[in-house]
């Protein structure tokens, strides 16, 4: 069988994308699953022509030669980037780079079900009429059907950073204020909370759920006036949200449930939920913000941290202990999304320089 490897150097106007590595694959024959703690990786920056900013932090993919990152771009133009199997490219939403998605706005979140049914959510940014603020922002979904992205109408509020949906016709997004919807297929839904604590500020940070129907979403709570900041766990077992646990000491980003069915939330450090508490996986030192993987067994988290003066930091647990990727232990990055499909796997981060970029670390 012949084997052939490629070093990746891509020229995205005048931004140098380039690879730690060289990439070696199996031909004609697809290659046999490998042990991610062997994985080859090449390394990817983004960054759009005269922009400051181009901070992509959300990722998800229908397969490994359909990925797609999105995130904030200080233009406003190029808010999304997709991977075709050989480059990323950016995608135009601008009406002005011939899409349909007009205005001032940027993306958090992304989640699709296949390669024509994906939704990306964020905020559209206006000004504010009766300063200050100077700014306001308010709730955009956008969905891509294999031929365009669109904005999808619904009862506008606050910008949105979460999503996650079990199928197109069962989906959930939350943002800024607590607001929250849910999409049946053919409308989006209001809903709410039951929480209620005096003056505060609310973020919904993360939904997820599994095929069962079981659906957990983490809420941010900052307290005025002090802003003591508390993390509130949701479950939804009967058609209505109830409150089943909420941590003050430690702050938390995601929660996220593995294939193989164990609740896992993130933040300073990683916890696995068993019974009614959360077990500390003794990942302390890492400030995590991305989690993702084909089962407990296989699961990859990133995130940053100051061990070594600051830096990114990708790990992979196989059930029995963590393993460190040092080749992607970049300095001043912060890695914030993962996506895999247990061949291969992407994860998406920012520079913290500036100009700030995006890095995409792509293992197979």
Not at 37 to 46: E, N, S
Not at 82 to 92: A, E, H, I, L, M
Not at 236 to 263: E, N, Q, Y
Request: with cysteine; glycine share 12%; charged share 15%.
């Amino acid at each position: 069988m012949k084997t052939h490897c490629t070093l990746h150097c891509i020229l995205l106007s005048g931004a140098l994308l380039f690879s730690a590595f060289s990439s070696c694959k199996d031909s004609p024959l697809e290659p046999p699953r490998k042990d991610p703690r062997t994985y080859t990786w090449t390394i990817d920056t983004l960054a759009y022509p005269g922009s400051f900013q181009t901070a992509m932090r959300d990722i998800w993919g229908s397969s490994p030669t359909d990925v797609y990152v999105v995130g904030h771009n200080d233009n406003g133009y190029v808010n999304m980037f997709r991977f075709d199997g050989n480059s990323w490219k950016p995608v135009g939403l601008n009406p002005m780079q011939g899409g349909t998605i007009a205005g001032a706005f940027s993306l958090s979140a992304i989640h699709g079900f296949s390669a024509n049914a994906i939704y990306a959510v964020g905020q559209r940014i206006y000004s504010n009429p009766n300063r200050p603020p100077n700014f306001l922002d308010s709730s955009l979904v956008i969905h891509f059907d294999g031929r365009e992205w669109r904005e999808v109408n619904r009862e506008r509020q606050r910008g949105l950073t979460a999503i996650w949906g079990r199928a197109p016709t069962d989906l959930w997004t939350g943002g800024f204020d607590g607001v929250l919807y849910h999409f049946d297929g053919a409308s989006f839904t209001a809903d709410s909370l039951p929480f209620s604590e005096g003056r505060r500020e609310t973020i919904v940070y993360s939904i997820t759920g599994d095929a069962s129907g079981a659906v957990y979403l983490l809420l941010y709570v900052a307290k005025a006036p002090e802003y003591r900041e508390r993390f509130y766990f949701f479950t939804r077992p009967s058609g209505h949200w109830t409150l089943f646990d909420s941590v003050a000491s430690s702050w938390r980003r995601k929660v996220w449930i593995s294939p193989s069915g164990s609740l896992f939330t993130i933040g300073y450090g990683v916890y696995k939920r068993v019974g009614n508490i959360w077990q500390n996986m003794q990942m302390d030192a890492l400030t995590s913000l991305g989690i993702g993987g084909t089962g407990d067994d296989n699961l990859f988290v990133v995130g940053s941290s100051g061990v070594a003066g600051f830096s990114g930091e990708a790990f992979h647990y196989n059930g029995t202990d963590w393993f460190q990727f040092k080749s992607l232990q970049l300095r001043n990055v912060q890695y914030a999304g993962i996506w895999t499909d247990g061949r291969e796997v992407f994860i998406a981060g920012v520079t913290l320089g500036s100009p700030q970029k995006t890095i995409i670390a792509h293992g197979k």
